[in-house]
C-alpha cells in the first residue's frame, strides 16, 4: 500500500472550466476527508465521507463544488465554473474509524489547482 | 469560535539547537490535538497527538508536545534540530481521535541554519 494517492498532481485550467479530482484512499480506510490549502495558510476542511456517505460539509463547499465517493472507496472533488479564487491545493485524507479501531488521517500529496 | 493559532510564522533555529513551535487553541469540547509536518511536495505526516491522559506526548523523529490545558496551549519541542527537519509545522485540534474536520493553525516555517 502507498498510501493516499491524488490525481493529477498539478492542474492548471481557465476560468470559468469545469475540473475533477480523484483520491484513491488506503485500502480498507472507511473514512475520507478533503481539505484546501491556500498559499500561508493551513489546511482547512471541506468535507468528509464515511463509506460512501458524506456526512459533513463545510460552509466554504460552495454549490459549485460536488463530492463523491460512490462505492466507498475512491472520491472525485469537481468544481463548476471555476474562478480564480479557487486556485489552492487540495488535499484528500483517509483514516479507518470504527470506534474499535481508529487511526489518525493519513494525507496525500495533493492536487494543485491553478485558475488562469 | 473554535480555531487554532500559531504565533510564530517563521523561526530559523541552529541545527543542534533545541526547537519549540507554540500552539494555542480555542475550542469548546474536549480538544483532540494533533502536530502534523509538511515538507516541500509532500504531503501532511502525523508528528503527534494527544486524546488523554499523560499531557506530555512523544511523537516521531524525537518530537514531544506538551498539553496545558490552563493556557490552551499545545507547544512542540524537540531537544536538538536536525537539517532535516526544516518543514512547515502545523497544529490542529478535532472533535475525535481521527481527526474528523481538522481545525488548523497558519502553520510554522522552521529553517535550520548550520
Known amino acids: 500500500d502507498t498510501g493516499v494517492s491524488q490525481n493529477p498532481r498539478h492542474k492548471i485550467t481557465k476560468r470559468g472550466q469545469n475540473v475533477t479530482f480523484r483520491c484513491d484512499p488506503i485500502s480498507e480506510h472507511n473514512r475520507l476527508y478533503w481539505y484546501r490549502q491556500t498559499l500561508g495558510q493551513g489546511p482547512e476542511f471541506l468535507t468528509y465521507f464515511q463509506n460512501e456517505a458524506q456526512l459533513e460539509k463545510s460552509r466554504l463547499l460552495s454549490d459549485r463544488f460536488s463530492a463523491e465517493r460512490p462505492k466507498g472507496s475512491f472520491s472525485t472533488l469537481e468544481i463548476q465554473r471555476t474562478e480564480q479564487g479557487d486556485s489552492a491545493m487540495y488535499l484528500c485524507?483517509?483514516?479507518?474509524?470504527?470506534?474499535?479501531?481508529?487511526?489518525?488521517?493519513?494525507f496525500g500529496q495533493g492536487t494543485r489547482l491553478t485558475v488562469v | 469560535a473554535q480555531s487554532v493559532t500559531q504565533p510564530d510564522i517563521h523561526i530559523t533555529v541552529s541545527e543542534g539547537a533545541s526547537l519549540e513551535l507554540r500552539c494555542n487553541y480555542s475550542y469548546g469540547a474536549t480538544p483532540y490535538l494533533f502536530w502534523y509536518v509538511q515538507s516541500p511536495g509532500q504531503g501532511l505526516q502525523l508528528l503527534l497527538k494527544?486524546?488523554?491522559?499523560?499531557?506530555l506526548v512523544q511523537g516521531i523523529k524525537g518530537f514531544e508536545a506538551e498539553f496545558k490545558r490552563s493556557q490552551s496551549s499545545f507547544n512542540l519541542r524537540k531537544p536538538s534540530v536536525h537539517w532535516s527537519d526544516a518543514a512547515e509545522y502545523f497544529c490542529?485540534?478535532?472533535?475525535?481521535?481521527?481527526?474528523?474536520?481538522?481545525?488548523f493553525g497558519k502553520g510554522t516555517t522552521l529553517s535550520v541554519s548550520s
Open positions: 490542529a485540534v478535532g472533535d475525535d481521535q481521527a481527526g474528523t474536520a481538522l481545525i
Open positions: 494527544y486524546f488523554s491522559g499523560d499531557t
Open positions: 485524507a483517509s483514516s479507518l474509524t470504527t470506534g474499535i479501531v481508529n487511526t489518525e488521517a493519513f
